[in-house]
């Protein structure tokens, strides 16, 4: 069965510290899709990134860094220099590409708190 | 990324009466458009998955009859509470993608219904 567990549920930093959200998932499938999606407090979910379940190259973009490792099926995200703009609910998402639908299986989501 | 918006953005109504929301994707044409719910503080919940010019498909525990879901064209599919009561009262979530060329979603700002 597909999973996606995000276990913590709230993480507080001070700014300018650097916060890793973790997220492990559990499929069957071989070919998969990992996502990040970023919820601030208006609602709308933002795309932060999509990894291929064949592409476990580590990826960075400004501040945010994943690390894709196939060995524990985790897919972590990292903020480098929180500012409080990253004060958010965090997803971590899965999609099986067997079943052709798209669908999205979601984490729990991680809610983040920045303080200045 | 590819825009896609949703209508009303919130919405008030009376206990019996029916509610149609909107989701448009502005700048693709989107094959497939998921209907989300997300109660406070919880994840997102797929209730169906929508194909243009064919039923859609509901989630197991969604009732069909209650939300009415039309995707009948390439960039629009509404979801309609009909004779919404407060459990209904909710944030419901649009989004929008070509699951044959990529896994990608993008999501509608969400719109929150209050059902008095």
């Known amino acids: 069965a597909q999973k996606v567990t995000q276990a913590q549920t709230e993480i507080s930093v001070v700014e300018k510290e650097d916060v890793t959200l973790d997220c492990v998932y559990e499929t069957r499938d071989t070919t998969y899709y990992l996502f990040w999606y970023k919820q601030p407090p208006s609602g709308e979910l933002v795309f932060l990134i999509r990894?291929?379940?064949?592409?476990?190259q580590n990826e960075i973009s400004g501040r945010y860094s994943w690390n894709f490792q196939k060995s524990t099926s985790s897919f972590n995200f990292t903020i480098t220099a929180s500012q409080v703009v990253d004060s958010a609910v965090y997803f971590c998402?899965?999609?099986?590409?067997?079943?052709?639908?798209?669908?999205?299986?979601f984490g729990q989501g991680t809610t983040l708190q920045v303080k200045p | 990324g590819a825009v896609v918006s949703q209508h009303p953005s919130w919405v008030i109504c009376k206990s019996g009466t029916s509610v149609k929301i909107e989701c448009r994707s502005l700048?693709?044409?989107?094959?497939?458009m998921f209907w989300y719910r997300q109660f406070p503080k919880q994840s997102l919940m797929l209730m169906a998955t929508?194909?243009?010019?064919?039923?859609?498909?509901?989630e197991q525990g969604v009732e069909k009859d209650k939300f009415l879901i039309n995707h009948a064209s390439l960039t629009l599919s509404t979801l309609t509470v009909t004779s919404a009561h407060p459990e209904d009262s909710s944030f419901y979530i649009c989004s929008a993608g070509q699951p044959h060329i990529t896994d990608t979603q993008y999501f509608g700002p969400g719109t929150r219904l209050t059902v008095l």
């Open positions: 998402a899965l999609s099986e590409a067997t079943s052709n639908t798209g669908k999205l299986i």
């Open positions: 700048d693709f044409q989107a094959t497939t």
């Open positions: 929508s194909n243009e010019g064919s039923k859609a498909t509901y």
């Open positions: 990894r291929n379940s064949f592409d476990e």
